[in-house]
Each structure stands twice: as C-alpha cells, then as structure tokens.
C-alpha cells in the first residue's frame, strides 16, 4: 500500500530532551516536507526536501533540523524541544516539487513538551 | 494579508443542504489549486484538484476564478459524513500553502 508513515504517532516530553520523528513513504517521491498544525494558524511548513541531500527551510524552521540522506526517508529532529513546539505534525510526500502535484500526507505525531 | 484566506466557520448546515465554501490567494502567479479534507485530528486528504473550467465529481464542485483570485467548493445534498474541516490549498513554486481551513458541521 503506498503510504506515508510516521512515528512515534503521541510523544510527551521534556524541555530539552532531543527527539526525533521518523518519516518514510515508499512511493518514490522526490519531494519530502514537514508541517506543523496549530489551532488558527493551519498548517505552517518546516522544511522541505526536493531530493537527497537537498533541503531548504520552510515558513517555521527555528528549532528544527531535517535530513534527507535517503530518498524514503526524512526525519525530524528537535535538538532541544521548548514548550512552544508542542504541535500536530505531518510529513508529506508528493511526486515533484512544483505545479499540480498532490500532497500526500502522513499520520501525524502530537507532540507534547512540558 | 494572509496568503490563502477562508472563513473559518463553522457552517452547520442540516443533512441535505447544500453548502458552499470561498477561498481567496493574493499570489497572481499561483499554478495549482485544491480542496483537501481534514478530518478532527487526522491527516489532510486530496479531496479534488480544481481546474480554470471547474470540475464536479458527485456532489462536489470546485470553481476557480483566477481574474478575481478565488476558489469555491459547493457540497450539495450534504452527508452527516461531510462534516470535517475544508483546506483550500494554493500551489507557488516548490510549496503548498494551505488556508487555515473551514469548519463543516452536518447536522441530523
């Protein structure tokens, strides 16, 4: 089944407890992004990836880091998780980078960081 | 100015209305438009593209009007099962960005 996974699905944590989100979609998409959703604010991307070893930062990228060693896969990792970051997360894929291309989406992570 | 805008709602609408949704964008240059669904606390779905001539699939239509930079979506005999939350989402180059989204609540 194509999908696009995460996990952990629910984390609580603390303040300034590294983490990582894991991602993978085994679709072969180029393109790779994260976004957080926050109530009023919709979703607010990250950081997106165009293909391996390329990333570049989205609308909210402070406090975060992404990498893109393997085309399948684009974690997310919070070197130090602050109050503020507790969030719905969703990775997404999508087949290419521009124009007309539908967005696949993952599960989401609710994050939570006392 | 927000980018892509829409009244957040709620619309509750009783079970057969039919119910329609706007969105504006403020970038000229946008390519490519969409309706996904979100339902509460779950991932946001590709409900349809929406294409200059407008496009219907079943009780769905998608209209766009780029002279006047706007989407609509009209849901006609609504479903209790139409009720989630409406994105609007408006392609620029090498991003998505998404409206806020509209509340649909379908009442009995």
């Known amino acids: 089944e194509a999908q696009v996974t995460q996990n952990p699905r629910y ?3 603390v303040t300034g407890k590294k983490l990582t989100v894991t991602c993978s979609q085994n679709m072969n998409h180029e393109y790779m992004s994260w976004y957080r ?3 009023g604010l919709g979703l607010r991307q990250i950081y997106y990836s165009m293909n391996v070893e390329v990333t570049d930062k989205g609308d ?3 406090g975060y880091k ?13 070197e130090s998780p602050s109050p503020n970051q507790t969030s719905l997360y969703f990775c997404a894929s999508s087949p290419k980078t521009s124009g007309g291309a539908v967005i696949f989406f993952g599960p989401g992570t609710r994050l939570t960081v006392l | 100015r927000k980018e892509v805008e829409q009244d957040p709602g709620p619309f509750n609408v009783p079970e057969g209305a039919t119910v329609a949704f706007n969105c504006t964008y403020s970038n000229s240059a946008s390519q490519s438009f969409f309706w996904y669904r979100q339902d509460c606390r779950k991932e946001p779905k ?4 929406v294409y200059s001539s407008g496009n219907e699939d079943g009780r769905f239509t998608a209209q766009l009007n780029r002279a006047s930079q706007y989407i609509s979506l009209l849901i006609r005999d609504s479903k209790l099962s139409d009720s989630a939350t409406y ?3 408006v392609s620029a180059t090498n991003k998505l960005i998404f409206g806020t989204g509209t509340l649909l609540a379908v009442q009995p």
Do not use: G
């Open chain 1, 66 to 78: 992404v990498s893109r060693k393997e085309k399948r896969n684009f974690p997310l990792i919070l």
């Open chain 2, 46 to 49: 590709l409900l349809m593209s």
């Open chain 1, 37 to 39: 959703q926050d109530p």
């Open chain 1, 60 to 62: 909210v990228p402070e």
């Open chain 2, 87 to 89: 994105l609007c989402v």
């Open chain 1, 11 to 13: 984390l609580i944590t």
